[in-house]
């Protein structure tokens, strides 16, 4: 099976060069031989990258630099690539994006993966993913199997059905000013799967310790440490 950029139901695949067009610029960036299997986003803040409709990247592996205002997460296919943000990527929405097989590495703070119909029309998924390497802080995943996503451990934590253990978070005397935060979890939208946050950080902007915020934590029938 052929590795590198592929139009989606045929087309150009492979090659080299950057394809441009559209309505505010649509900008690709890629190798010139695709056996090289590295494929590279490298943009200036004045720059947009979109990744839309019928762009497949197969085999790749994918260093991005843009920034979370220039890097638009539209209907891509990316399969058994890797994906690393060389730059904190903040409330970037990959509802759209069909990841299968792929790693994800960098920081991620407020992003969200799977389907949200609420979100987008076009079905996106995640399926046999891998995130152990990736810093998760406040994201969260629609509508996807558990079993098929990696998740980052401890001092990441991942409340699984959030809606569904919603009493028993509320119940939960939290350190510090923690409950504040876990009560919006525990609001999360119909569809999240699984709500993924960081307690290095949590312990630090509500006043706790992150021995304390675990023990707390243990107590959530679907949490994982």
Request: proline content about 3%.
């Given at each position: 099976?052929?590795?590198?950029?592929?139009r989606e139901g045929g087309g150009w695949r492979g090659g080299g060069g950057v394809g441009g067009g559209g309505r505010g610029g649509v900008?690709?960036?890629?190798?010139?031989?695709?056996?090289?299997?590295?494929?590279?986003?490298?943009?200036?803040?004045?720059?947009?990258?979109?990744?839309?409709?019928?762009?497949?990247?197969?085999g790749c592996r994918i260093?991005?630099?843009?920034?979370?205002?220039?890097?638009?997460?539209?209907?891509?296919?990316?399969?058994?690539?890797?994906?690393?943000?060389?730059?904190?990527?903040?409330?970037?929405?990959?509802?759209?994006a069909r990841l299968h097989n792929t790693s994800f590495l960098g920081h991620y703070a407020g992003c969200d993966f799977g389907w949200w119909p609420e979100y987008a029309a076009e079905k996106g998924e995640v399926v046999a993913c891998d995130f152990t390497k990736a810093s998760l802080e406040g994201c969260r995943f629609f509508n996807c199997s558990v079993e098929s996503v990696d998740l980052p451990r401890w001092p990441f934590f991942s409340i699984v059905d959030p809606q569904r253990v919603a009493s028993e978070i509320k119940s939960i005397r939290w350190p510090g000013d923690c409950g504040r935060r876990m009560r919006l979890i525990a609001e999360s939208p119909k569809g999240v799967t699984i709500s993924c946050q960081n307690a290095t950080a949590l312990a630090r902007k509500y006043g706790c310790t992150e021995s304390d915020l675990r023990a707390a934590l243990e107590r959530i029938p679907e949490v994982r440490l």
């Open positions: 099976q052929k590795r590198g950029i592929e900008i690709f960036f890629f190798n010139d031989t695709a056996t090289t299997e590295i494929y590279t986003l490298s943009l200036h803040d004045a720059l947009p990258i979109f990744l839309g409709k019928g762009l497949v990247l197969r260093t991005s630099r843009a920034t979370s205002k220039n890097l638009v997460i539209g209907p891509v296919w990316i399969i058994e690539s890797q994906f690393e943000s060389k730059v904190t990527l903040k409330n970037n929405n990959w509802c759209r």
